[in-house]
Antibody, heavy 121, light 114 residues
C-alpha cells in the first residue's frame, strides 16, 4: 500500500525549533516530488513547497521562502519540514503529499494524515 | 504567482441534485505543447486530509465515483457533482500546478445538504 505517515502532534513555545517528518512507503520514494501544505485553523490549503528526494531539488512558495526548510533523507524515505524559530502564527495542521509524476509535478495523489503544530507561550 | 478564485464560497444542494463549483485562474494553465490543463480538484471532509478527485482538469482519479466530473480550459474550470450524496458534504478546492511553483490552491467551496 502506498502511504505517507507523518510524525505526531507537537506543542512548542515561540522561538523554539522544530522538525516534523513524513515517511513514504509502498512506492519508489526517490521518483516522486513530495510537497508540504499548511492549513491554519478553520482556513484553506496553502502550498508551501516541494522536494524531489532523488536529488533534493527543492522549490518554495515565496510566502514560505526563508520561513521554513524542506529536506529529505532518501536512505530512510523520509521528508522533513523544519523551523528554526517558531511563531504563534505557525500554529496549523501541516500535510505532506506526493505529487503525480511528470515533467512538472502533477496533482497531489497521496496525502499524509497531517501533523498538528501548536505554538503557544 | 497564479491566483485562484472559486465561486460560490458555499452552496447547499438537495440530495440527488446537481452541485456546480467554479474555479478561475489569473492566467491560463493550459500548456499548448501537450494541450493539458494543469488543474486539479480536491475534496476535504472534516478532520481528514484532502483527497484528489480530478487532475488534468477532467481526468478522474482512480476510485472516484463517476458522479464527479471536471471541465473547462485555459482560465475557467468547473467541478460538477451530478447527483449529490450525503457523503459528498465537504470543502472542495481547485489547485493549479502549471509550470514554476507555487502551485496555488483556490480558497475552497463548502458543499452542504439543503
Amino acid at each position: 500500500e502506498v502511504q505517507l505517515v507523518q510524525s505526531g502532534a507537537e506543542v512548542k513555545k515561540p522561538g523554539e525549533s522544530l522538525k516534523i517528518s513524513c515517511k513514504g512507503s509502498g512506492y519508489s520514494f526517490t521518483s516522486y516530488w513530495i510537497g508540504w501544505v499548511r492549513q491554519m485553523p478553520g482556513k484553506g490549503l496553502e502550498w508551501m513547497g516541494i522536494i524531489y528526494p532523488g536529488d533534493s531539488d527543492t522549490r518554495y512558495s515565496p510566502s514560505f521562502q526563508g520561513q521554513v526548510t524542506i529536506s529529505a533523507d532518501k536512505s530512510i524515505s523520509t521528508a522533513y519540514l523544519q523551523w528554526s524559530s517558531l511563531k504563534a502564527s505557525d500554529t496549523a495542521m501541516y500535510y505532506c503529499a506526493r505529487h503525480k509524476p511528470g515533467l512538472v509535478p502533477g496533482g497531489m495523489d497521496v496525502w499524509g494524515q497531517g501533523t498538528t503544530v501548536t505554538v503557544s507561550s | 504567482d497564479i491566483v485562484m478564485t472559486q465561486s460560490p464560497d458555499s452552496l447547499a444542494v438537495s440530495l440527488g441534485e446537481r452541485a456546480t463549483i467554479n474555479c478561475k485562474s489569473s492566467q491560463s494553465v493550459l500548456y499548448s505543447s501537450n494541450n493539458k490543463n494543469y488543474l486539479a480538484w480536491y475534496q476535504q471532509k472534516p478532520g481528514q486530509p484532502p483527497k484528489l478527485l480530478i487532475y488534468w482538469a477532467s481526468t478522474r482519479e482512480s476510485g472516484v465515483p463517476d458522479r464527479f466530473s471536471g471541465s473547462g480550459s485555459g482560465t475557467d474550470f468547473t467541478l460538477t457533482i451530478s447527483s449529490l450524496q450525503a457523503e459528498d458534504v465537504a470543502v472542495y478546492y481547485c489547485q493549479q500546478y502549471y509550470s514554476t511553483p507555487p502551485f496555488t490552491f483556490g480558497p475552497g467551496t463548502k458543499v452542504d445538504i439543503k
